[in-house]
């Protein structure tokens, strides 16, 4: 059966950083899709759990949240991979976006795991409904950060410069970042209350 | 809701829109996303099956 062994293969890479042996290029490629499709059925379900206080606000997330990550990630990408050429770095671009797709995938991992606490605290709590929601989102952006300067360092373990292989990550990291505040304030409200993010870059540094 | 309810001070239309052209172009990646996954996979079971002649027929020149 070739699902349950991609989703292993999946895992292994997501947790380890690397394969056992080197895949093929075509196997690679396959991963790296797959970690992005279904990191966007795990960002579903967490986008479901945290509109469910209304049927139409969880169904409109089903599909919204998916698609703010999968835009963040679109947008943030091709500055990385000019990054990674600028840098000089010893990291092929495949590895980066496979590593990227991983870690992305890691992150909505933990977002899905959290989702059920998210729905029933939001459903029982006034009070730690709204910053757990946040909260959760936080926990996978850390996360997803961890995975992906963690996969990146192993690829290039015992290579010269691993430091130029970094820099590309840190723009990711905070391209994407920037990116999801906005795209998050495009396709408000996820959440059924008001945040500091219903307003993207100009709410959140309003102060 | 008045003219500047959307984000940087455009309308809520003109935010509404940029999402909806967004969203679309999200698809359009999703679209190319799956035929490349297609490929990738044929091209795999096209090295899988590869590999399993070379194992079978170690000594065939070709």
Redesign the interface.
């Known amino acids: 059966m070739t699902a349950p062994s991609q989703l292993s293969q999946l895992m292994t890479l997501t947790c380890r950083g690397e394969l056992a042996e080197r895949p093929t290029r075509a196997t690679q490629l396959m991963l790296t899709i797959s970690a992005l499709f279904a990191a966007l059925v795990l960002a579903s379900l967490w986008g479901v759990a945290a509109g469910s206080s209304s049927a139409t606000m969880a169904m409109a997330n089903a599909y919204k949240v998916p698609m703010v990550v999968l835009l963040s990630a679109l947008t943030a990408l091709p500055a990385g991979l000019v990054a990674l050429k600028l840098a000089n770095a010893k990291l092929s671009a495949s590895d980066l976006v496979s590593a990227f797709a991983t870690s992305i995938f890691g992150g909505t991992l933990v977002l899905a795991t959290l989702a059920p606490l998210v729905a029933i605290y939001y459903h029982t709590s006034s009070k730690a409904g709204v910053p757990l929601a946040l909260g959760s989102v936080f926990v996978a952006l850390a996360t997803a950060t961890m995975l992906f300067g963690r996969a990146v360092k192993r690829k290039v373990a015992g290579q010269p410069g691993p430091m130029a292989s970094l820099i590309p990550v840190v723009i990711l990291v905070v391209l994407f970042s920037a990116a999801l505040m906005q795209f998050v304030a495009l396709a408000s409200p996820i959440i059924g209350a008001v945040t500091p993010f219903h307003g993207g870059f100009d709410t959140v540094f309003s102060r | 809701m008045n003219g500047s309810d959307g984000?940087?001070g455009h309308s809520s239309d003109y935010?509404q829109l940029?999402?909806i052209v967004?969203?679309l172009?999200?698809s359009i990646?999703?679209a190319l996303?799956?035929v490349?996954?297609r490929r990738?996979?044929s091209?795999?079971e096209l090295?899988d099956a590869e590999r399993v002649i070379a194992e079978a027929f170690p000594d065939d020149p070709a």
């Open positions: 984000l940087g935010t940029v999402w967004a969203t172009f999200g990646i999703l996303l799956a490349a996954y990738a996979r091209q795999r090295e």
